[in-house]
T-cell receptor, first 112, second 113 residues
């Protein structure tokens, strides 16, 4: 969905480095999510935010942190990257809990 | 625990034949059910969803899905497959009352000419 953008699209980094992935949306949605995709495992939820003051852990939050700088921006940080964090990362947004989630194009992260 | 199963890692069909991609789930309550498609090097695109009502849901690109409450299934179908339908398909469920989605592992659909 072009209304949900992610930067960078590709990133190669080394073990121990701090990395930030950014997500912006122009859909006016209040809810934002971060997922990671690994081959054969589907998508797993890392963190989600229902508004600027509401941040919640997902099923695989260890090693990650997030920041909701504004309604339209939701960043994911890896404080000290490790190789098993190599994956495809997706941001998603929705208007309400019952609504469809719309996904960004993804960030392919490689940790050497 | 909430879980979504897509029992087939791969589905292969000939163009023009009907296709079915299977999904079963185990969640509490009456969940909302979704299908997404992912083309190579792209994000996930919404295909269709079931919330309530008619068990047959119609979505984008000629796809439809059939909800079966007794079998806790939500299979994706299309009467006549196209080569351009080749992609990775994900089933997802949202148990009430949360906004969280639980995804299956995905099924790679290949439609050959």
């Amino acid at each position: 969905d072009a209304d949900v953008t992610q930067t960078p699209r590709n990133r190669i980094t080394k073990t121990g480095k701090r990395i930030m992935l950014e997500c912006s949306q122009t859909k006016g949605h209040d809810r934002m999510y971060w997922y990671r995709q690994d081959p054969g495992l589907g998508l797993r939820l890392i963190y989600y935010s229902f508004d600027v003051k509401d941040i919640n852990k997902g099923e695989i939050s260890d090693g990650y942190s997030v920041s909701r700088q504004a309604q339209a921006k939701f960043s994911l940080s890896l404080e000290s990257a490790i190789p098993n964090q190599t994956a495809l990362y997706f941001c998603a947004t929705s208007y309400r809990a019952a609504d469809t989630q719309y996904f960004g194009p993804g960030t392919r992260l490689t940790v050497l | 625990a909430q879980s979504v199963a897509q029992p087939e890692d791969q589905v292969n069909v000939a163009e023009g034949n009907p296709l079915t991609v299977k999904c079963t789930y185990s969640v509490s309550g009456n969940p909302y059910l979704f299908w997404y498609v992912q083309y190579p090097n792209r994000g996930l695109q919404f295909l269709l969803k079931y919330i309530t009502g008619d068990n047959l849901v119609k979505g984008s690109y000629g796809f439809e899905a059939e909800f079966n409450k007794s079998q806790t299934s939500f299979h994706l179908k299309k009467p006549s497959a196209l080569v351009s339908d080749s992609a990775l398909y994900f089933c997802a469920v949202r148990p009430p009352p949360t906004g969280r989605l639980y995804f299956g592992r995905g099924t790679q659909l290949t439609v050959w000419p």
